[in-house]
C-alpha cells in the first residue's frame, strides 16, 4: 500500500522489545475489556453473537504475535546486542527542535481552530509561527524582514485555503 | 462486449462538456504535483480531494478523485529522476534507475519513459479493469459471509506480508488496524465497544480523518524529524518519449503492466509492491541485467509501467468486492460511499453503467498525465524547490480542514491528531502503516462476516472451512502465513539454507 515501507529504518532489538512488550499489554487489556462486555444472555444472546467475541480474539491474537516478536526480539539481541541495527543513515533534526515542531502542530488542531478563533487567524498564526521558527533564511535577510516574509507565506495561505474550501468549494471550515 | 462498449463510449461523452474536461486538467495537475512532492503521498491527496469535493455531484467528484490518483502515482516519478526522493512510495523503484539516468545528463530522456510506461501502465491496467470487474462481480455474487470473512482476512494477511519487510510487524499493524474498527458500536446489539463514554466514539473512527493522520500526518511529522536536504537537481535533455524506448522493451511493458494490474487486484498490497516487483520481473528476464541500478531504460519502464497499471487493478475489487487494492483506493471507496455509490458485489446490478463510468475517468485522467507529463517540468522543478519549512505548516492546515470538513467534527481532528502520533510511532518502529489501515477498512468486514457465519450455522465453524471459495481462501492464507517462516520454506524447496531473509517471521 501507499506508505513508506520499503524506506522504514530497521529497528534495534530494544525498539522491537519494547514494542512487543507494550502490544502485549495492549492485547491483555483489549482481550480482558472483551471479556467483561454484556453477552445479552437474557436476550438470548449466544457467545456468537456476543459484542465482545471478535476484539477478544483480536486481543488475544495481538497477545500471541507480540510474544512472538518479543522471543525474537530476545533472540536478535543475544546474536547482535539490544541497540544494534542496520544503520540509519538518516539526518535529524535535535529533538527539542521536533518537539517544538509537534508541539506547534498539536497547538493548532488542539486550541487554534474550532474553540471560537477565526480558521484564518488561527492558520496565519501557525503558518507564520512555523516557516519564523523553521525555515533557514537567505543568506543576509534580517530577523523583523524573515517574520514579514513567514507573516505573508501565512496569510496567503490562510486566505487560499479559505477561498478555495469555503467560497468555491462550499466546504465548512473549523 | 460490446453493450460494454457502448457503455464506455457513453461515459465518455458524459465527460466532454467543458466544466468536466477543466476538473480533468485540475485535478490531474493537483495530484502531479502532489505526487512529486516527497511526503505528499496519493492517499493524503485523495483524502484532501475527498474533502474539496464533498459538494459536487458524484460523477465529477469521482473523476476528481482518480484524476488526481493516477497523476499522484505518475507524479512520484519527477522527485525519484530529478531528486533521488521517491514522491510517492509508489516511485521508490523509479529512483534505482530514474536518477541514475538523470545523473548521466539524461533525465529528460528517463522523465520521457516515466511518462510513456505511466500512460500504458494505465491504459493496460484500464483494459483489465473493463474486462475483469464484470467478471469477478458475477464470481463476487457467489460469496456469503465465510467468504467475505476470508477474503478481508486475506486482505489484512497479504497487505501485512508484502508491504513491508518483516510480515510478523506487518500482522500486528493489522491487527492494530482490526481493533481500531471495533471501537464504536457493534452491528447486533448497538453495544458500545472501548468508547470510553465518549458519544463521539460511539460512530466509530471515520475512515477519512483516521487515514489523513496516518498517513499525512505521520509524513509531517517524519518530515519535521529528519534535517532538510539541499535540492539539487541535474539539468535535463527533451521530456518528449522516444517511440523506440516502447518498441525495444514492448515485453516488459507488457509483462509489467499485467503484474502491476494483477497486485493491485491483490487486497491492500498497492502500487509500491507493483512498482518493484514488475522492476524484479524485468531484472530477472532481461538481457541487460548489469544495467539495471545504473540507469537501465528497461528497469524504470518497468517501475514506472507496474505501479500505474496496479491503479486501476487496485479498483477493481473496490467496485466488486468493496475491498481496497491500496490503501489510495481504500480512500477511494470511502469517497464513493459518501457520494451514494454502494461498491461491492451488487455493483454490475444496481449501476453497471458506474464501472465504464470510472474505465473513462481513468483515460481521461492517463490523458490528463501524458499532457503535464510533456508540459510541467519547469513548473514542478520550481515547486520541488520550494523549503519543506514552508509546505510543511501549509499540508498541516490542510490536513486539519480534510479532517474536519466530512463531518464538520472537531472529533474527527483529534482522531487525525491520534491517528498522526500513531502512524509515526509505528513507523519509528519499523512497523509498516498499509496494514493498519487495511485492518481499519476491513475490520468491520470481517467482524460481520464471523459472526453472521456463527450465526447462521449455530455455531459451527465447518462452513468456514469447507464451503469451495472459503476453502481456497483460507488455504491460500495458511500458506502466505507458512511460507514466511524459514522451517517451511525449507522443507518447500527441499534445498539448503538459505542466508537468513529480511523478510521471515
Known sequence: ?174 | MFEGLVQFGHAIAGFLDPLSIGLIMLSSLVGVVIGALPGLTATMGIALMTTLTIKMPSNQALLVLICTYVGAIYGGSRSAILLNIPGTPASAASCLDGHALAKQGLAGRAMGIATSGSVIGTLIGMVFLALFTPVLGDLALKFGAYEFFWLAFFGVVIAGTLTGDDPLKGWLAGLVGIFCATVGQEAIYAFDRFTLGNRDLAGGFNLVPALVGAFGMAELLVAAREKPVPVKINPFDSVIPKLVDVTRYWRTILRSGVIGTFIGILPGVGEDVAAWSSYAAAKRASKEKEKFGKGSIEGLMAAETGDNACVPGAIIPVLTLAIPGSAPAAVLMAAMIIHGVRPGPLIMVEAPTFVYEVVAMMLFATIGILIYGLTLTRLLIRVLSVPKAIIVPIIFALCVVGAYAISSRLFDVWVMLGFGVLGYVLRRAAFPIAPLVLGLVLGDLMEKGLRRGLVLSDGDLTPFFTRPISAVLWITIALVIALRFPFVRRFVARAPRRPAADRTV
Request: aromatic share 10%.
Open chain 1, 1 to 174: 500500500m501507499d506508505d513508506h515501507e520499503h524506506a522504514l529504518p530497521p529497528a534495534s532489538p530494544r525498539t522491537d522489545a519494547t514494542a512487543a512488550l507494550a502490544l502485549i499489554a495492549f492485547g491483555v487489556l483489549v482481550a480482558l475489556l472483551s471479556w467483561r462486555m454484556d453477552r445479552f444472555l437474557a436476550q438470548e444472546g449466544t457467545l456468537w453473537t456476543a459484542p465482545g467475541l471478535w476484539p477478544g480474539i483480536i486481543g488475544l491474537c495481538i497477545v500471541a504475535l507480540a510474544g512472538v516478536l518479543a522471543v525474537r526480539s530476545k533472540r536478535r539481541a543475544r546474536a547482535i546486542g539490544w541497540t544494534a541495527a542496520a544503520r540509519d543513515d538518516t539526518p535529524l533534526v535535535p529533538t527539542p527542535r521536533f518537539a517544538l515542531a509537534a508541539a506547534l502542530f498539536f497547538a493548532y488542531g488542539l486550541v487554534l481552530v474550532g474553540r471560537g478563533l477565526p480558521f484564518w487567524l488561527g492558520t496565519t498564526a501557525f503558518v507564520a509561527v512555523y516557516v519564523f521558527l523553521f525555515r533557514d533564511p537567505p543568506a543576509g535577510a534580517t530577523r523583523p524582514r524573515n517574520a514579514i516574509v513567514a507573516l505573508a507565506i501565512g496569510a496567503a495561505t490562510a486566505l487560499v485555503v479559505t477561498l478555495v474550501f469555503e467560497r468555491i468549494f462550499l466546504v465548512r471550515l473549523p
